[in-house]
């Protein structure tokens, strides 16, 4: 009944395209839709007439569609049945909805319902729900009114061509010089008058109305305030009962001719069933509602546009700041500028208009008394005001702390008077949408601090890399400050080494943010000294326990080589990486992890490896984009390794920004991928298990010969052999358990390494006598090497050294 009574509501005067719009704007009320569009045949296509909610493109819905195609308008155009499903069968893509943060297309439900006459088909009303499961069965039936009253806006529904007025029923006529009225025996129903009891005299229907309206009222039907046109009004009677009813008056001024004199046609409906209450206060309730949930000043300002353009049948709303002396438009609606007057056109800035408010004296004198200004038709404004309102002008003043803080305009084409309740409505919205705008400011500018604070904690850029790329992304949370914990960080390496952290201080306020600050420059100070992963994980651990903080974090530290295509990873309590290989396949790496960062301070944190191909994607998130209250952690990675590996991995800012459009924004989150394609040169390898036997060291000297020669090495071979004999002798004479021999030939450098379970580090004498019997094979090598070293590996160790060979 509401949904019928708002169309009735719609002014029977305006166009086709104009009525369509109207209607598309109540599905987006009555419904929870976000997109409504209709498609009407129009030269042989079916062609975009009326559109409301977000972007059309956002759900893939074209501006044409070929009536004989297989889209869904197409088809319900051609079969007169109503298609049920999800926006994923107007488009697969769902890029553009993760981008504006709305459901992907296979979350949200579509609607296509047929518009027709009869038999006849008309076209399609297609709707795109909020969710999954958006529509239920009060949600179609609502969805089916207003496809039957499309179908009637729709051009050549009644003989006229597309933006023909039709001809209006009436209700009633009224004599203006006479006072005498011809009603029907609906108008009279309406006012409680048996039609022998009606004596043909305006005054008696006026004796019913409610004498707060009744200034109102006769503002219209008397002779000396009528002008030619067309003129609307809400009006209350009492009912015999004592309670009041809201009807609605719609009527034209017919000029006096030699026949005919001054005449008022026009009808009277009911709208009681469609308002809210005797004061509105459901509907002040919503705004409220809505204006509490706003966040931004453009927030504030739609809430606004949505509380009042509709329901008002307003044709223009503009909502500006005032800034000193002057207006900052922060919306207007409708946003085409061609919608506007032609003034407004060419003032068609940030900045509105391109003059101080001085120069505006009615704006000036409403601004200055703080109260709603309402003027009615050909009222003498200036023309930045008056064109904005040809039918009438509403300006409302937006009070907050003793001050105005900015300013509402409402306009209208037809001419449109104010009631009483109309004008406490827009008093009440007023002083709302001041004190929010007030309050938004002042959350915008903390949020514009926590901003830059965020932003100076984090990485200014992310360096490039040899042999591959990494993008990151980072969303602060909406609730509270905006300011998390969480961090991320690319750290280069020597030896096209790099190191890829991500981490999650406990809580989301300026404390977490500092420590956050704190554990990343001290990761990447631990790195930088050249500690291996582990190792760089439990300096960060002791450090944080020292600092007797009352927080924890989690931490993933990863350390890639660029040059071998292998990674070790060590995670603190933190989700460990995925992985998305070339051919599509994703898994989450089985990592065995350490307690979260400042919990024990003698903590383990073992590392693991990770073999890595060209193509291979790592992906490194905080738990904000896999867990949330209606997300248990491991449904989150499900699918986000479903999404890794449906998505195109060619764009990584694109693929992060698709990953981060379901991220749950009650907490911060953290997201960093690195695409590993390897170096131009792939480098040569061959490995040897070293046996305990007294012939080992030849045979691997051996090993070492025959390899080089496979790979044309001729330059310092007997130097390689040299390295290789006391490397080998050193692991077998001072380590027990296998010992291993790897051989790495990148460009002119031959890398030789020999790892051991040992983790012990060989140590370079500072004096060897003439007598001494061992130490001088570390010299050796360090004397006959471009460079040397040992790295941890699996609880021992690698020594390794390079030679240049070319």
């Known amino acids: 009944m509401r949904v019928e ?143 039957a009253a499309l179908g009637g806006a729709a051009p050549g529904r009644d003989g006229g061509r597309h933006g023909e007025p039709k001809e209006r029923p009436v209700s009633f006529v009224l004599t203006m010089d006479s006072g005498h009225v011809e009603v029907n025996d609906e108008v009279l129903g309406l006012f409680g008058i048996a039609r022998g009891e009606f004596d043909g005299r305006v005054e008696t229907l006026l004796a019913r109305t409610v004498p707060e309206d009744l200034p109102t009222l006769m503002s219209v039907v008397e002779p000396d305030h009528m002008a030619i046109g067309d003129r609307e009004l809400d009006f209350r009677i009492r ?205 915008d500018a903390e949020h514009e601090l926590v901003g830059q604070l965020q932003r100076a904690l984090l990485p200014p850029r992310l360096p490039d890399l040899p042999g591959g790329l990494a993008v990151a992304r980072y969303l602060p949370s909406t609730v509270g400050l905006g300011v998390g914990g969480d961090w991320y960080d690319v750290i280069p390496l020597p030896d096209n080494h790099v190191a890829l952290v991500i981490g999650d201080v406990q809580g989301h306020n300026a404390q977490a943010a500092t420590l956050m600050g704190q554990m990343r420059t001290a990761l990447r100070a631990y790195a930088v000294e050249g500690h291996p992963p582990d190792v760089v994980v439990s300096h960060a651990n002791r450090l944080l326990v020292g600092m007797e903080s009352d927080l924890f974090a989690t931490c993933c530290y990863v350390d890639v080589d660029m040059e071998e295509g292998t990674a070790w990873c060590v995670l603190a309590g933190h989700l460990a990486p995925l992985l998305r290989h070339r051919d599509g396949a994703t898994e989450l790496v089985d990592a065995e992890g350490g ?47 479903a999404a890794l590996g449906d998505a195109d991995a060619d764009d990584l800012g694109l693929l992060a920004d698709a990953l981060l459009g379901s991220a749950n924004r009650s907490d911060d989150v953290a997201l960093l991928l690195m695409r590993y394609d390897g170096l131009a040169i792939r480098p040569e390898r061959e490995s040897w298990t070293i046996w305990r036997v007294p012939e080992a060291p030849r045979h691997a000297r051996r090993f070492t010969r025959r390899t080089l020669r496979a790979w044309g090495v001729t330059q310092e071979v007997d130097t390689a052999l040299l390295v290789v004999s006391e490397l080998v002798t050193n692991a077998l004479v001072h380590t027990e358990g296998p ?68």
């Not at 009807?247 to 469609?274: F, M």
């Not at 056109?345 to 309402?374: F, H, I, K």
Request: hydrophobic share 45%; net charge neutral; with cysteine.
């Open 595 to 641: 307690p979260p960062l400042g919990v024990v301070a003698e903590a383990e944190y073992p590392m693991t490896p990770v073999g890595l191909r060209p193509g291979t994607l790592i992906a490194l998130t905080t738990d904000g984009l896999v867990e949330s209250a209606d997300l248990t952690m491991d449904d989150g990675v499900r699918g986000l390794l």
């Open 739 to 806: 010992v291993r021999l790897d051989l790495t030939l990148i460009n002119d450098r031959l890398r030789v390494a020999v790892g051991d379970s040992s983790p012990r580090t060989p140590v370079k004498p500072t004096n060897i006598g003439w007598a001494a019997t061992g130490g001088r094979g570390i010299l050796l090598v360090e004397a006959v090497s471009a460079a040397w070293g040992t790295l941890p590996v699996s609880g021992g160790k690698q020594v390794w050294s390079e030679i240049i060979v070319r």
């Open 239 to 443: 009912r015999r009962s004592g309670e009041p009813r809201w009807l609605r008056l719609r009527g034209q001024v017919l000029p006096a001719t030699e026949e005919q004199p001054l005449r008022l046609h026009g009808t009277i409906i009911d709208t009681s069933g469609s308002r809210a209450g005797a004061k509105d206060v459901s509907r002040v309730q919503r705004l409220a509602a809505r204006l509490a949930a706003a966040n931004t000043v453009r927030d504030v300002s739609q809430a606004i546009v949505t509380a009042l353009r509709q329901p008002l049948g307003a044709d223009r709303v503009a909502l500006a700041e005032l800034t000193s002396d002057r207006l900052v438009v922060t919306v207007l609606d409708p946003p085409e500028p061609e919608l506007w007057p032609p003034l407004w056109r060419t003032e068609w800035r940030t900045e509105w208009p391109d003059a101080p408010v001085r120069t505006m004296p009615a704006l000036s004198a409403a601004l200055n008394e703080g109260r709603t200004a309402v003027w009615p038709t050909a009222a003498d404004l200036e023309p930045s005001l008056a064109e904005v309102g040809p039918g009438g002008l509403a300006v409302l003043p937006l009070p907050a702390a003793g001050r105005t803080v900015g300013v509402c305009l409402i306009g209208w084409d037809r001419p449109h008077t104010s009631g009483p309740d109309e004008r406490a409505l827009l008093t009440a919205a007023a002083a709302l949408a001041g004190q929010e705008l007030a309050r938004v400011h002042a959350f």
């Open 5 to 147: 009574s708002a169309l009735k509501a719609i002014p029977a005067g305006l166009d086709a395209q104009r009525r369509t719009r109207s209607v598309v704007e109540q599905i987006l009320v009555f419904t929870p839709a976000t997109l409504a569009a209709v498609h009407l045949p129009q030269r042989g296509t079916l062609r975009l007439v009326g559109v409301a909610g977000v972007p059309r493109a956002v759900y893939g819905v074209e501006n044409a569609y070929d009536p004989a195609g297989d889209s869904p308008p197409a088809r319900v155009h051609r079969t007169g049945n109503p298609l049920w499903g999800t926006a994923a069968d107007l488009t697969p893509d769902g890029a553009e909805a993760a981008r504006a943060g709305l459901p992907a297309a296979g979350d949200a439900c579509l609607a296509v319902l047929p518009l027709r006459v009869g038999e006849a088909g008309g076209g399609a009303l297609t709707v795109v729900g909020a969710g999954p499961g958006a529509f239920g069965p009060d949600d179609r039936a609502v969805l089916a009114v207003f496809a």
